[in-house]
């Protein structure tokens, strides 16, 4: 469950910060008592979605070190909610300034100016792809705990379209698969496991589209080639095909949780573009500032994160089930 | 926002119900006061998820008298919570007996065994499709109000399998559109209209996909070719196209909100299918009861109504975005 | 934690219905999987809140026949949501015409008026005590969960008003004791135990005051004389005095949890009272209908069932709280 | 509404820290934007609860840097959340080495350990009085937006204790006026206006009892003596009593809004105390460190803090009430 800058119920990220602004940050609430974290772990996960990591990827070298402010001691969690900083440095403020008053086209300019009556336009304030640094960090933690319970979770990144013009960008697909959820993990109805998967992924900027097992690819199918059979295997009830990609019902059946999220290409480019000021005037907007041809690879770890954070929730959410 | 078997937050539905016990409902609480209330028009929306409309429909005649037992007097909502209940008619519990220690593949019985360690096996129980018209119900309720705010919501099914041999089920898109909706509806961040969009509809039974505006097809494009350009149009600015689907960083740009919901062909069909008991051997499974070819038909007021709901909760929500 | 009519977060309820429309009712969410419900225990809890118990209380005959609908099979809980009805009988809504356009003093008709532009102005519509049913029937449900952990709730009522003139009324305070709660449960800060049991005591009709242990009376002692003093007995660490209340930093400390809820007096009398109407004219407005002179009996079993809905969402919730 | 370690719905503060980490610190969500923000009352409202300001408070000297990290730009409110940290300084964690394994008598050490099996015990760690510098940051934000909507909130301090040994400890009242609530403001039935205050008022650390208006006295009284008869003043109905403390049925009905939260003395102590360790041995604790007398004038900004977030939350939301 979602609500304004919060996810989660049980386990839940709050989180805050404009791109241009002091800070990025959140706070972690609901984390297990108990679990030894891995802080060189933790700013791994955080360097991956780090930009300028390829030839496709913005040069901004954000050092992000992440602060953690509360709920650990002695490298142990107290169970007590966990704040994190992030500070914002090598902000090039002045690359903005002719955007104060233009609404960019495909950006959420105009729709938060709609919305609040005023916006921070420094970066795409709010807006911003920085916003999931926070992200990263509650996920590297959710991952942690995870990973106590032999619950692992890896995306990775494709891109179709072939090569990409100077100036243009590109979008894909992060495919995702999630081993060893026991069976059992989701609620039904609204709660399904595959319906805040999607509100999740769908969370994150340029998300356009998310696909649970076979997906789209459902529609072109026969309900008779789709089903998941079942067999015994490891004296494990399972299914030989896993079309369904490891949820029915909305509950974990025990085979890897597969999804996939399309992203869209990135809208900033490094070639002039048609704006539109308050007064409906059209603005021609040249390229400044360092910005990613291809959002993909640096959005592997955060759909990486945001399953991590899905999927704790629903573990802990779990142990109410039955009596 | 979902959690359990609720959704939305200050405009939220509450639902219960299992497809074989004595009755399905659900309590629409946050209503907004003084709304007239068409109850032929709310009777109609349920009627059209009724089974046997259609060819490829089941023809299980549900009778779906809603009775509203509360927050609406002479006609008008009082603000007051809305309890409704529909009352579970021509069961035939007897044809699921067979079924009372087998897991039908590709359905709930297995997951909802695993979570609970108790199921009831008739007619799917809590994940049977029958859940669905407390939805439409709450819907029809939302529709009224958004109404009286020049909001609209159609969808429309979409069957890509050309023909669907006998015994046999499809899939299918729903494609729906939004539209009336101001510039500024929705939250940033985790609460974006989209993502909440994609949590409500991914969370109908056998829903496998979502995508809003161009959705998975925006891997295949370069950015340049998918910007939404700017014009004013009846002294409004808006988009001369709407790859983005109406949304722009997870708000209403006032454009009409487009997205696509695929679902998965049914899994109960009418020829043998090979299920599997709690001590892992095989059970052949014979067709009984009355069951959907395709669903996707009666899924278009569902899509509708999850909609709607999701729609108003943020468009009362937005009143509290600005001093 | 609530929000309008619903009220927990892992265990929650959800209420509805007018003291004069066709039912009231509610959705218990989170209950357990497996837990064998006895039908008569909760029915005689619901008697218990019955008006016309003693010669203090009102005389109408509220059958109050608790029909379930859902989430319980054979006798046992499913895990899924428990709707439940109790239709409103022996209604005589033409008592209260007269107070159409009336607002009774120290009611509810002002305000409610005044939030929502509308109201049902008969018996009290959604603000009357009629609502209390749906309290009591999750409470019950809740207790027979919370049984088989060791743990009950007894309150009691206790009355200092000598003697009540005729026609007059008087109210009181609800002492009540749970046991059996282990250390550990609660949650800290804003989520304290005692906190949350404030919040739901003070939602019951007429309740003007919430104290733990020793309470209001704190004010009056040096903390030398109120610190409870550590002893070991049968092995464990506990506190020899309870001016605590079983609560230490929001949390339960093992020790009974002891407080106390101030009722004021029913202010809808057997004498006339004035009233006034929406024009600002003073009306007499002559007794009418059947009313309790003090409402405390009634209450207790009130207090006892919002106790267990609280104690066991924490107890459920806590789960979670470690690796 | 309160969860954990946020309270609130629309608007809502999530916060986090211990008494001797790094800084503790919270996010206000759901700030409405367009909100002109003065940080010298900011300041002035944080510096209120600090220490050291009487002969009967303690004198450690936090300086309360606060650190507004997101949300406000040119000093007006943004609408997205409002991150802020406040360093913790002159901390001597060394004063609490000798409590590290010994649980102290009315205080939080053993309830902590009990619920996460590990605990800061460094100056009551999360349980610590420090963690209400998060409430006044929020409140003061709260108490800015409702100062533009005519509503002042105003707590005072009521101490019976005549005089205070030296060494030892006393509690007190906070009384509170909210003035300028319109009618209205307030959900029925679980969300009463009163009963979220109650439960923000009872998470402040050392409250131990709750009233509303006439409160605990009401048990004394006939209902006859304490009907609110209305009149009318300025052409506005309103009661010319107040017994009811501005709300009835849970909603505010215009008239000034006055509630009492009592507060135990403190549990520290300038005097050797009696503790006991985990095996059950008891152990005599030395004075050290710097503690408040008395905790209620203190307390008088955090009380108002409170009253600010649960009011403001209820003004917003009423916008949602009516069509």
Known sequence: MAHKNRIGNVFSLTSFGESHGPAVGGIVDGMPAGVRIDLEQLK?????RRPGQGGVTSTRHELDEVEILSGIMDGVT??????????NRDQRSADYEHLKDVYRPSHADYT????????????????????????????ALAKQVL??????????????VAQ????????GVVACEIKGVAPGIGEPVFGKLSSQLAEAMMSIPAAKGFEIGLGCDFANHLGSEVLDKWEVKDDKITTSTNYSGGIQGGISNGNDICFKVTFKPVATMMQAMEGISGDGSKVTIEPRGRHDQCVVPRAVPVVEAMAAIV???????????RL
């Not at 919305?115 to 970066?123: C, F, M, N």
């Not at 106590?148 to 979770?153: A, D, E, Y």
């Not at 990409?164 to 979008?171: N, R, Y």
């Not at 999927?311 to 089930?321: F, H, Q, S």
């Open 112 to 139: 938060y100016q709609s919305k609040y009556g005023i916006r921070d336009h420094r970066g795409g304030g709010r807006a911003s792809a920085r916003e999931t640094v926070a992200r990263v960090v509650a996920g």
């Open 147 to 160: 990973a106590t319970m032999g619950i692992t979770i890896a995306g990775k990144a494709m891109v179709s």
């Open 164 to 171: 990409i013009p100077e100036g243009d960008t590109c979008g």
């Open 44 to 48: 791994h996960e955080v360097a991956r």
């Open 78 to 87: 107290l169970g007590t909610p966990i704040g994190f900083i992030v500070r």
């Open 311 to 321: 999927v704790l929730d629903n573990v802990l959410i779990n142990r109410a089930a």
